[in-house]
């Protein structure tokens, strides 16, 4: 049975829960005086939980990998990521004067709050980095206050990071920006160790802006605030010392913000993929480093609008609780999707941010009129980050197709954050709550398969991955006599998917569509939506948008799943169509059209989108602008009709045929898969 209803609903404008009780929430974000006013809104819940000295930060009782003391520490040094810039341009001061107690104390050896001796790998050396921008921009505010002893404490303190390794990584930033401070504040420094560290992190470098996060490391959002966050950092307080190097910077942070920008929504949400997720409104710190380093490429008015947005969109999120401080999760508050080296401080590093206050007043950046979004295609290929990047004109959608990886890592989630079929700004993407069944594992944007036991395998990395125009090929073994092969056709609001399965064992495989947020009453017509099985096709609508899978050749049926609570990051509750089929010992090839359109995300006139004619390939229905899909658009969407996959599937260049399936790239060039 199909349930309809035709209300639209505008996510912007809808209060988050509990977002009336933080003040940020109604700051108009529209100048440098509001952007110092929700930092002090930010900042004042944490009052009363400074300890006795000011050195320690305690604002939670969840544990992490490492000891309480330390995460204390941590909260303290995460607060100064927006705190110094303010203090470079002249504000916060009361507060300063607080912190200024606590690094007196937590630096002194014989205090009780001591932040104590680090070792190796230590989660001090990361948090020890801040002090260096301080030292660098306001050396006369964190250094010439304290006296002889207070300095040479600070100093002990900071220089054991030259003593101790840092993990291969984004981390060797920080000992060079701890040395950088030192030099500007005219302090011994280890200019041997700085370089090495900076000719180590070029080797990081992939192309076209690219890095990854380490040797064979993944290309997420350590990339924006991290390396560049860093390098644009580095051109700022080194450009006369180290002009070479600074520009190199500024060269690369200009060509990866080419396609960085495609992550960004026109309503200020952003691509939520990869870890560390909890830093949320860091995600719009790379453009305040921009802004910072006179980065070019963009102008001053479009930077501001990528800070401003995306900051609008975190405060309008419920993220916050009852006393006003930051949570760990993502939209809402959530310990599943975090990591082991997330305590209840560390989402302060979203502060990040909140460089941009080091500019004065007549910066190009806060002299200029907020922009819009530049004109942007509706596909951008990202191959160093193994990414295609689809944009939706008619809603703003912005979701990242992804090949996968030949590497991994032990965070938590790995395969969640880095190897699904695609990330959503509109549908997010979910996390298992545990391993028994479909409804724990919450398999969106994912093949799953079992061998009966409802114990799930998916695809952790890749024996080999490619992308050829919108089309992303990846080769993975689930088990050691499975072979898998994927080829996603990139496009929105469609997509489609094929596989070629060869198995030695009897599997159960489950094909997750796009991860549905469900209002108060789920999928019905209180909410504005509704539901619909039939076949080999499953339909779902809400408040939220429209999400749906067809199976196309192979499947046996299709279902809803309703996974448990809290595995999304955008919707503690959703509903996940999915395709299953039966495999038995042999060669299988499934495909799917998977649909997924979000409702009422705010697009501009102002938003051009550039939609090229495609030689092959229905440029209208890539974009999302089919004209028979606007009279359904607020029902169950277009992909909940009769044919309706086939149809896509074709108008993206795809022909199932007898023997082979046809691929059309956007180029033009065929892509044949020989079907054996």
């Not at 995460?71 to 100064?80: P, T």
């Amino acid at each position: 049975m199909s349930l309809q209803g035709n209300r639209s609903i505008d996510r912007t404008n809808w209060p988050a829960a509990g977002a009336g009780l933080h003040p940020v929430a109604r700051n108009p974000l529209k100048s440098r005086q509001d952007m110092y006013r929700a930092l002090g809104e930010l900042l004042a819940p944490l009052q009363p939980y400074y300890s006795k000295g000011y050195a320690r930060l305690s604002i939670g009782s969840t544990g992490t990998g490492y000891s309480a003391n330390v995460a204390e520490m941590e909260g303290f040094s995460r607060v100064l990521w927006g705190l110094v810039p303010a203090i470079a341009g002249g504000s916060h001061e009361e507060l300063w004067e607080r912190c200024l107690d606590g690094i007196r104390a937590g630096t002194d050896p014989e205090h009780k709050e001591y932040w104590g001796d680090v070792a190796d790998y230590d989660q001090r050396l990361v948090e020890m980095a801040v002090f260096g921008l301080a030292l660098a921009l306001v050396p006369d505010r964190i250094w010439h206050p304290l006296n002889e002893q207070e300095q040479s404490n600070l100093y002990q303190w900071l220089n054991q990071i030259n003593r101790h390794p840092c993990y291969d990584c984004n981390w060797l930033f920080f000992n060079v920006l701890v040395n950088i401070g030192f030099r500007k504040a005219g302090l011994p420094y280890d200019e041997e160790q700085v370089e090495r560290n900076l000719n180590r992190i070029d080797e990081f470098y992939l192309s076209g802006g690219w890095y990854s996060d380490g040797i064979g490391g993944h290309c997420d959002y350590y990339g924006p605030f991290a390396i560049h966050y860093y390098g644009l950092v580095y051109a700022r307080l080194m450009a006369k010392e180290d002009p070479k190097r600074a520009e190199r910077y500024l060269e690369r942070a200009a060509a990866f913000a080419s396609d960085f920008v495609y992550w960004h929504a026109p309503d200020g949400a952003a691509i939520p993929y990869g870890r560390s997720l909890t830093y949320r409104f860091a995600q719009s710190a790379f453009w305040s480093a921009a802004a910072f380093a006179g980065m070019a490429g963009f102008k001053p008015g479009e930077l501001k609008g990528l800070v401003l947005r995306n900051l609008r969109w975190w405060f309008r999120q419920p993220i916050f609780d009852r006393g006003g401080i930051l949570t760990i999760g993502y939209a809402y508050p959530n310990q599943i999707m975090s990591e082991n080296y997330n305590s209840p401080g560390s989402s302060y590093w979203a502060l990040k941010t909140f460089l941009v206050l080091a500019l004065a007043e007549d910066d190009p950046f806060w002299a200029a009129e907020e922009e819009e979004l530049p004109a942007l295609k509706t596909i951008s290929v990202q191959e160093p980050a193994h990414l295609v990047v689809c944009r939706e004109p008619e809603t703003g959608h912005a979701a990242a197709f992804n090949t996968g990886h030949l590497s991994s890592n032990e965070h938590t989630h790995t395969s969640a954050k880095y190897e699904k079929f695609a990330y959503s700004t509109a549908f997010a993407f979910s996390v298992p709550r545990a391993e028994w069944g479909l409804s724990q594992g919450a398999f969106d944007s994912m093949l799953a398969l079992s061998e009966g036991d409802q114990l799930f395998r998916v695809k952790r990395t890749c024996e080999e991955a490619w992308i050829r125009d919108q089309v992303l090929y990846a080769g993975w073994k689930p088990w050691a006599n499975v072979d898998v092969r994927t080829w996603l056709v990139a496009g929105l609001p469609w997509h489609i998917r094929i596989h070629r399965i060869h198995t030695e064992r009897t599997l159960e495989a489950a094909e997750g569509g796009f991860a549905l947020g469900l209002g108060d009453h789920g999928v019905g017509v209180a909410e504005g939506g509704g539901a619909d099985v039939e076949g080999r096709r499953a339909a779902a609508s809400t408040v939220w948008g429209a999400s749906s899978v067809h199976g196309l050749l192979g499947y046996d049926a299709a279902e809803l799943i309703y996974p448990q609570a809290n595995t999304n990051l955008l919707h503690p509750r959703t509903v996940i169509p999915t395709l299953r089929a039966r495999l038995d010992p042999g060669t299988h090839w499934l495909v799917s059209a998977v649909y997924g359109k979000p409702r009422g995300i705010r697009s501009t006139s102002s938003q051009a989108c550039l939609v090229s004619s495609i030689k092959g390939v229905d440029s209208a229905v890539m974009a999302g602008n089919d004209p028979a899909s606007q009279q359904r658009r607020f029902s169950l969407g277009e992909g909940a009709d009769q044919g309706a996959g086939q149809a896509a599937a074709e108008k993206l260049g795809v022909r199932i045929g007898q023997g082979n399936i046809i691929i059309t790239s956007l180029s033009g060039t065929p892509i044949t898969i020989t079907m054996d």
